[in-house]
T-cell receptor
Framework: QQQVKQSPQSLIVQKGGISIINCAYE??????FPWYQQFPGKGPALLIA?????SEKKEGRFTISFNKSAKQFSLHIMDSQPGDSATYFC?????????????FGTGTKLQVIP | GAVVSQHPSRVICKSGTSVKIECRSL??????MFWYRQFPKQSLMLMAT?????????EQGVEKDKFLINHASLTLSTLTVTSAHPEDSSFYIC???????????FGSGTRLTVV
């Protein structure tokens, strides 16, 4: 059972455009929503994260929008650059006996073309 | 920032042999580490949670006798794939919690190929 659904599976955006990736979850126990960026052959790296009591968080060109009632959240990459080409994973965490268990979305492969 | 070092980055082994993957926290102590498996173009699937000084907790469907996890110190966790078979070929990634704000740092991954 996929607890965090992510779309689209792949995305092609022109340089300077806006990249938008969407995620939806079912488990209301999730209490932290990070986004990870992964380059080929490397481990994921934390990009930005949000808690459910906040509707939006912005860090540089990256913005998370969060809709708690709809159980949806999205990543917006403004002024997309070729260096942003990577696979992006949304995730959700929940307390699991003293630590946070991370559930990942299915990933979105972003390609930014010049 | 916090760094998790994973070694080796790539390994090729013969079917039937065992392979050990190491995950070290370089500048912090990691009571809990996590091991993931990632198939090509797919998401990360949690295999097990490794706790320092105690037995690992395995996710449903993960064979604990095949994927041996040892977390002997606060800075080192190891995953040993025993009697490896071609279907065990995958990208294995470890991670550790690095801060109070649910921050996780991932290792750079290990590409295992069993021939």
């Amino acid at each position: 059972q996929q607890q965090v659904k992510q779309s689209p599976q792949s995305l092609i955006v022109q340089k300077g455009g806006i990249s938008i990736i969407n995620c939806a979850y079912e488990n209301t126990a999730f209490d932290y929503f990070p986004w990870y960026q992964q380059f080929p052959g490397k481990g994921p790296a934390l990009l930005i994260a949000i808690r459910p009591d906040v509707s939006e968080k912005k860090e540089g060109r990256f913005t998370i929008s969060f809709n708690k009632s709809a159980k949806q959240f999205s990543l917006h990459i403004m002024d997309s650059q070729p260096g942003d080409s990577a696979t992006y994973f949304c995730a959700a965490t929940t307390d699991s006996g003293g630590y946070q268990k991370v559930t990942f979305g299915t990933g979105t492969k972003l390609q930014v073309i010049p | 920032g916090a760094v998790v070092s994973q070694h080796p980055s790539r390994v090729i082994c013969k079917s039937g042999t065992s392979v050990k993957i190491e995950c070290r926290s370089l500048d912090f102590q990691a009571t809990t580490m996590f091991w993931y498996r990632q198939f090509p173009k797919q998401s990360l699937m949690l295999m097990a949670t490794s706790n320092e000084g105690s037995k690992a907790t395995y996710e449903q469907g993960v064979e604990k006798d095949k994927f041996l996890i040892n977390h002997a110190s606060l800075t080192l966790s190891t995953l040993t794939v025993t009697s490896a078979h071609p279907e065990d070929s995958s990208f294995y990634i470890c991670s550790a919690m690095t801060g109070a704000n649910y921050g996780y740092t991932f290792g750079s991954g290990t590409r295992l190929t069993v021939v």
